[in-house]
């Protein structure tokens, strides 16, 4: 992992002011519009604030279709289905902003961990659209015990993004992951790691907004046609 360089700047008794230093930083080789554009990113950070509302609209729907006569399954499968392919998504963009911003691939192992596993979620959504109530209850019994691995992966992903160097919103993204699996691991606070895990979004969506500014101030301005 390399850290970020910068432009050294000629011996002149000028200084410039902080802010111009800032402009003038110049990111990592490959983290540019042609690698990971400005628009990928920012259609990232505004999906992470998205999630936020798709987590909480899928919990209330899971609670309304559970019953037998339930009407709302279909509309639930829908948002679920939706949920996990943002999720997809937004693990992607970040193992390659990862790659690329901060030379960095320590955390690859545990973004595909958890892209598996919400494929998998993905298959026992599916599952449990059976009218057969005892597959339905050990698919019940197999959530509840897959939070405790899931929780552990998600604190050894948050401590990977500790270790790496400061940026807007990837510390408390990190932190806020390690609060949420350690609310899993527990199982009985799983409620808790839920609501951190969607407040997680903001910090993401400011980690992703910041990576898009850094991509277009990168690409400085166009030429006039």
Known sequence: MLSE???RMDDSPYTPPESDLEKNRLLPKGFNDKNLSS??????GCISLFMIVLDIVSYFLSILSSAPTASLKNE???VAML???????????????LHLRFRSNDADLYISILIVINLISLVLIFASSTDNQSLRSTLAIVN???????????????????????YPGLRFYAWSTIAAGIAY???????????IGILANI???????????EVARSAGPKDPP
Do not use: D, H, N, W
């Not at 509840?144 to 400061?166: D, H, Q, T």
């Not at 691991?185 to 609501?195: S, V």
């Open 203 to 213: 910090p993401l969506a400011l980690l992703m907004f910041t990576a898009s500014a």
């Open 83 to 97: 949920a996990i392919a943002c999720s997809i998504y937004l693990l992607i963009m970040l193992k390659k902003f």
């Open 185 to 195: 691991a527990t199982i009985i606070l799983f409620m808790l790691g839920f609501i």
């Open 5 to 7: 360089q910068e432009i």
């Open 76 to 78: 639930y499968y829908a």
């Open 39 to 44: 628009r990928k990113l920012f259609i990232a």
């Open 144 to 166: 509840i015990l897959a939070l405790c691995p899931i929780g552990i992966v998600l604190i050894l992903f948050g401590l990977k993004l500790k270790s790496l160097p400061a």
